[in-house]
């Protein structure tokens, strides 16, 4: 991995709820752990989060914290996976909506794939973003005064965005340079 791409040592809350499309958290996660970040699965419940191949139930994953007791201020970053239940659950927990503002407040990457832009929608953070999601979202993602793309991967601002299991390579490229530009920015700032 090229020196840019490093993130040793960047944290990376994973909110998720039960019934996370799988994939769309391991692989990405992976990628994030590979480049030397420090990644962390942050659902409302303490115990285990349940993943899924799609309607079919798979693996479960151990929490390291939960939405309660994660703080925004202590992650670098944000990585939200898709699954429709894990999504449509996630969208509407407040202390989720909360953590996703403050990770934009203060202008912290975000990373979203196929549903999970529906919790960005409920926290009122689409509004004059540029996305990509699950298709079934462009409805929801363009009343919320977004404009939905149709597109592997999206950047704009702070965030990267990504459609469907298949655009994982893309989106996981995409996301690990973005968090590296990030980590460049805060050591420049650092420096001044």
Wanted: positive net charge.
């Amino acid at each position: 991995m090229h020196g840019q791409r490093r993130l040793d040592g960047l944290r990376v809350a994973i909110l998720v709820t039960d019934a996370v499309e799988q994939v769309e958290m391991a692989e990405p996660r992976a990628a994030l752990d590979a480049a030397g970040a420090r990644t962390r699965i942050v659902p409302p419940k303490p115990g285990q989060v349940q993943g899924m191949q799609h309607d079919v139930t798979a693996d479960t994953f151990p929490v390291d914290l939960t939405l309660g007791q994660a703080k925004p201020d202590d992650f670098d970053a944000v990585l939200l996976p898709g699954g429709a239940l894990n999504a449509d659950s996630l969208r509407v927990h407040r202390g989720a909506q909360a953590f996703v503002r403050r990770m934009q407040e203060r202008e912290k990457p975000i990373a979203v794939i196929c549903h999970a832009p529906w919790l960005l929608v409920s926290a009122g953070l689409a509004r004059g973003r540029t996305l990509t999601s699950y298709p079934t979202l462009q409805d929801h993602v363009r009343n919320a005064g977004g404009q939905r793309v149709d597109r592997e991967v999206v950047g704009d601002g702070n965030r990267v965005s990504s459609r469907q299991p298949a655009d994982i390579p893309a989106f996981a490229r995409e996301m690990t340079a973005l968090l590296a530009e990030h980590r460049g920015r805060q050591g420049k700032r650092s420096a001044a």
